[in-house]
């Protein structure tokens, strides 16, 4: 399972993230885990799986409101399905990928595969919880979700 | 740097590599310089690879996590076809050990996304001066 440290990683990344990319800080909550079934998740969800020396998916779920800020704020005037896809999956790798300067070389991320709708199910790998941070930008809510053995 | 002179100025052709639509017009809008003339854009390195014998850029930005063909294998490669070729990473993996591997098979910088403005036009006009 995630340790306290590893947490922290992925949070400073989701923090580096906003302040960098959206220009404005989000407000990260403090982290938990789940204890029952999968976390629900918003309209648009990008995932990276994870192999190498940690196994498991971490994935960005948002909802199409906050990714259109999202992309004003990037300058961005496509706010087409295909654009909102995209920017998940981007937001994802660079959280999944910002993460490899702790766990280093061996912590092997794919390429991005994203999820539409709030009823999407998102894959499970057994005997791994799940970890959320939530965050919260402007007046919209996310999540980074981990799920690490 | 082989590039072509165009009046008194030399001109640098790039190309913008990314499996990320939004992250090439990012970058291609974000870049400021006026002796670069954008000739193409490709989203895996195996499309980068078709690009780069038709339109023989300069510079490159690549990323180097994408289907297909990733990015370090794609620097090898070009890095074959023209040695002269400025090739600036950009990428969200931020373990030394990467940056150190693509410097190796010829990246000539690195830039971690996520990036601003004036981190990106540092990172080129390290590339082309």
Not at chain 1, 113 to 124: F, H, M, Q
Request: hydrophobic share 40%; charged share 25%.
């Amino acid at each position: 399972m995630i340790q306290e440290q590893e947490l922290k990683t992925f949070v400073e990344g989701t923090t580096n993230y906003f302040e960098v990319a959206a220009q404005q800080p989000a407000s990260i909550g403090s982290p938990y885990l789940v204890t029952e079934g999968q976390p629900t998740v918003h309209e648009y969800t990008g995932m990276i799986s994870i192999t190498g020396k940690r196994e498991g998916i971490v994935y960005f779920t948002a909802p199409k409101a906050m990714l259109t800020v999202l992309l004003m704020k990037m300058q961005e005037s496509d706010f087409s399905h295909e654009t909102m896809r995209d920017l998940v999956g981007e937001v994802a790798n660079t959280i999944s990928g910002n993460a490899r300067k702790d766990f280093g070389r061996d912590f092997v991320i794919s390429v991005p595969s994203v999820l539409a709708g709030d009823k999407a199910e998102i894959p499970s790998t057994p005997g791994v919880r799940s970890f959320v941070i939530p965050i919260n930008w402007r007046s919209h809510s996310a999540k980074l979700i981990v799920a690490l053995k | 740097m082989n590039a072509v002179t165009n009046g008194n100025r030399r001109a640098y052709k790039l190309m913008i590599v990314d499996d990320s639509n939004i992250m090439r017009r990012r970058i291609e809008r974000s870049q400021t310089f006026e002796e670069i003339e954008l000739v193409g854009t490709a989203s895996n390195g195996l499309e980068a690879l078709e690009m780069f014998k038709k339109m023989d850029p300069d510079v490159v930005t690549m990323d180097l996590t994408m289907p297909q063909m990733d990015g370090i294998e794609c620097i090898e490669n070009l890095v074959k076809i023209k040695p002269a070729v400025r090739i600036l990473v950009i990428s969200a993996l931020a373990d030394k050990a990467t940056a150190v591997e693509a410097m190796e098979k010829g990246a000539n910088g690195f830039l971690n996304k996520p990036f601003t403005d004036r981190q990106l036009n540092e990172a080129i006009a390290e590339l082309i001066r």
